[in-house]
């Protein structure tokens, strides 16, 4: 195998398929680059998120909310960067999982801001930013849905591209 292939010559998939040693698998370009895209697009999501909390980034004095916050935002980024670094449909479909564990915590933020009377104080230091936490909850819920649902519908269909190949002998 040549040490520099140029990218702009075409190859048919036969010739790419012979110079791969048999039996490892290779994700195709097409299924990488939607990978890197929705790493872009999840990783814009996380950093959304935590939005709030960058004024808080000394720990020692954040309130509670705000590490959570920035907790499950670098959580996000670090999955995020190992499904762009290791691009298959499982890593996306992890991608998946993280942010539907992220939209439903945000759901019962939004549900505990909604459900406390105005008298009881809010849990994790909320109380100051009584007022914006349930719209801005419901705005990251709706976006790590979202998120869920695009990382959910690529990694969907980049498997049963994958078994079908599989099934077909290629």
Do not use: K
Request: aromatic share 10%; net charge positive.
């Amino acid at each position: 195998m040549p040490l520099y292939t140029d990218p702009t010559t075409t190859r048919r998939p036969a010739e790419s398929r012979a110079e791969r040693p048999p039996g490892i698998y290779h994700a195709d370009r097409g299924h990488v680059r939607t990978v890197w895209w929705l790493a872009a697009v999840l990783a814009g999501v996380a950093l959304f998120e935590a939005v709030p909390a960058l004024r808080y980034l000394n720990l020692a004095t954040a309130p509670g909310w705000a590490r959570i916050v920035l907790l499950v935002a670098l959580l996000q980024l670090g999955y995020v960067a190992w499904a762009a670094v290791a691009p298959d449909w499982s890593t996306v479909w992890v991608l998946m999982l993280v942010f539907a564990a992220t939209a439903t915590l945000y759901a019962a933020a939004t549900a505990l801001a909604f459900a406390t009377p105005p008298e009881t104080p809010l849990p994790l230091g909320l109380e100051p930013i009584r007022s914006y936490v349930a719209r801005w909850c419901a705005a990251v819920m709706l976006t790590s849905t979202l998120a869920t649902y695009l990382a959910g519908r690529a990694s969907t269909h980049w498997r049963r591209t994958v078994c079908r190949l599989q099934n077909t002998g290629r």
